[in-house]
């Protein structure tokens, strides 16, 4: 039985993708978890420091909240403010 053109080239494909090792698999599954679990201690430890600029009446936290427009600017100067503390607490 013929097989055309671009049949061959997706079987080939296939060989060499099966013909990876378990190792380099597992590698693969635990930086894609790693770079997942990082992400989200970011994301927390950046809504800790929003929660406890507000918690401590914070001057930054009311600027933020007033000018709309530099939302961002203030959020980030939180974030570098109480970052340290809040990413240990995001680890757990």
Do not use: F, P, W
């Amino acid at each position: 039985m013929d097989t055309d053109v671009l049949t061959d080239m997706i079987l080939e494909e296939t060989k060499e993708s099966d013909d990876l090792t378990e190792g380099d698999l597992l590698h693969k599954t635990n930086t894609r978890s790693t770079d997942k679990r990082s992400t989200k201690i970011k994301r927390a430890a950046g809504q800790m420091s929003t929660y406890e600029g507000r918690r401590k009446n914070d001057i930054l936290y009311n600027k933020m909240v007033r000018y709309r427009d530099l939302y961002y600017k203030y959020r980030d100067l939180l974030n570098k403010k109480y970052r340290a503390k809040n990413v240990n607490k995001a680890r757990g």
